[in-house]
């Protein structure tokens, strides 16, 4: 019952700290101020950034794990995704490596012109590597540990995804990008827009179906 109530203030300081870490800094903080141009001052600083969300997002999931956790420690709490959420999230995530890649390969081969440098590319998009990368071995290691958070941890990183891809639309200008790199970074939007709602539909889906299954739990009980 003491963990109970130590647990209860989790659920205001979870999010608050998903706010301080993620969506402040990226809204509030001047681009110009931690921006000096395509270089790797300014990839260091945009990543560094992006750490600091990453670990606000860290902490955030294990506040939400502990909340899931049941009271009493004799009561065991697993959960494990089905295997066909665990295969679309890893597909989803992997063309989110291949189709900008594929795009920078064309470039330097000459076939999208004109070519974007590697540091002005790393700069528009080598955070959103890093995070990606970050997702998909968090995710993996909630359904290792059969992490009751395994629903929303896609959910987190995608909502900031979204605000790397409009932070990397308004560095195209600084760093002079090509129409074709502006046109890759709306259509990644676009995609992560339509891959976290299908994210949102599925927490929807499992609510329900969680619900079903304890009310069919408790009619069996009573009868």
Same mark, same amino acid.
């Given at each position: 019952?003491?963990?109970?109530?130590?647990?209860?203030?989790?659920?205001?300081?979870?999010?608050?700290?998903?706010?301080?870490? @993620?969506?402040?800094?990226?809204?509030?903080?001047?681009?110009? $101020?931690? &921006?000096?141009?395509?270089?790797?001052?300014?990839?260091?600083?945009?990543? @560094?950034?992006?750490?600091?969300?990453?670990?606000?997002?860290?902490? &955030?999931?294990?506040?939400?794990?502990?909340?899931?956790?049941?009271?009493?420690?004799?009561?065991?709490?697993? +959960?494990?995704?089905?295997?066909?959420?665990?295969?679309?999230?890893?597909?989803?995530?992997?063309? !989110?490596?291949?189709?900008?890649?594929?795009?920078?390969?064309?470039?330097?081969? @000459?076939?999208? #012109?004109?070519?974007?440098?590697?540091?002005?590319? !790393?700069?528009?998009?080598?955070?959103?590597?890093?995070?990606?990368?970050? #997702?998909?071995?968090?995710?993996?290691?909630?359904?290792?540990? #059969? +992490?009751?958070?395994?629903?929303?941890?896609?959910?987190?990183?995608?909502?900031?995804?979204?605000?790397?891809?409009?932070? !990397?639309?308004?560095?195209?200008?600084?760093? !002079?990008?090509? $129409?074709?790199?502006?046109?890759?970074?709306?259509?990644?939007?676009?995609?992560?827009?339509?891959?976290? @709602?299908?994210?949102?539909?599925?927490?929807?889906?499992?609510?329900?179906?969680?619900?079903?299954?304890?009310?069919? #739990?408790?009619?069996?009980?009573?009868?």
């Amino acid at each position: 019952m003491q963990f109970h109530y130590l647990r209860q203030p989790l659920w205001l300081l979870g999010p608050l700290l998903l706010l301080v870490t @993620g969506v402040v800094p990226t809204l509030w903080l001047p681009i110009s $101020s931690i &921006f000096l141009g395509p270089n790797i001052a300014s990839l260091l600083s945009l990543t @560094g950034l992006d750490c600091i969300f990453n670990l606000g997002a860290t902490l &955030f999931l294990l506040m939400a794990d502990s909340t899931a956790r049941p009271n009493k420690e004799s009561e065991g709490c697993s +959960s494990k995704p089905p295997s066909s959420y665990s295969f679309w999230n890893i597909i989803a995530n992997v063309a !989110g490596f291949i189709i900008p890649s594929v795009m920078f390969i064309a470039s330097q081969k @000459g076939l999208l #012109q004109p070519q974007l440098p590697l540091i002005s590319w !790393g700069v528009l998009l080598g955070p959103y590597f890093l995070l990606l990368l970050v #997702q998909l071995l968090t995710e993996m290691l909630t359904w290792h540990w #059969q +992490s009751p958070v395994w629903l929303v941890t896609p959910v987190v990183y995608e909502s900031y995804r979204l605000l790397q891809l409009m932070r !990397g639309l308004k560095l195209g200008a600084e760093v !002079g990008a090509p $129409s074709w790199t502006v046109h890759t970074l709306r259509g990644l939007v676009c995609c992560w827009v339509l891959v976290l @709602g299908v994210q949102l539909m599925r927490v929807a889906w499992y609510a329900g179906f969680t619900a079903r299954a304890y009310q069919q #739990q408790s009619a069996e009980v009573g009868s």
